[in-house]
Nanobody, 118 residues
Framework: QVQLVESGGGLVQAGGSLGLSCVVS????????MGWFRQAPGKEREFVGR????????YYPDSVKGRFTISRDNAKNTLYLQMSSLKPEDTAVYYC???????????WGQGTQVTVSS
């Protein structure tokens, strides 16, 4: 059974930085495309970015491009999300997800809250 556990959420002031981690167990992390998503209260889940299994390629939507960076350590089965220049609109529960099959995120973590104060 594949399990994903996020950590690192918290409260940060606008303009600040915060890093999230996601530890994956029970699967073959190094073969998964990994992604980050977020969901704010009353809003639909939003894609934040993804990284290929090797870590060579990342993709971000315009809403976070240049501010967020995804990385991974396959030796530690860990995915990272480094967020900078945070805005109040970045406030959400952040989820990591694993895609054993390209394009299909089928494993999800429980989420970690990020709150950005103005």
């Amino acid at each position: 059974q594949v399990q994903l556990v996020e950590s690192g959420g918290g409260l940060v002031q606008a303009g600040g930085s915060l890093g999230l981690s996601c530890v994956v167990s029970g699967g073959t992390f190094r073969s998964y495309t990994m992604g980050w998503f977020r969901q704010a209260p009353g809003k639909e889940r939003e894609f934040v970015g993804r990284i290929t299994f090797s870590g060579a390629i990342t993709y971000y939507p315009d809403s976070v491009k240049g501010r967020f960076t995804i990385s991974r350590d396959n030796a530690k089965n860990t995915l990272y999300l480094q967020m900078s220049s945070l805005k109040p609109e970045d406030t959400a529960v952040y989820y990591c997800a694993a895609a054993p099959i390209m394009g299909l995120f089928s494993y999800w973590g429980q989420g970690t809250q990020v709150t950005v104060s103005s």
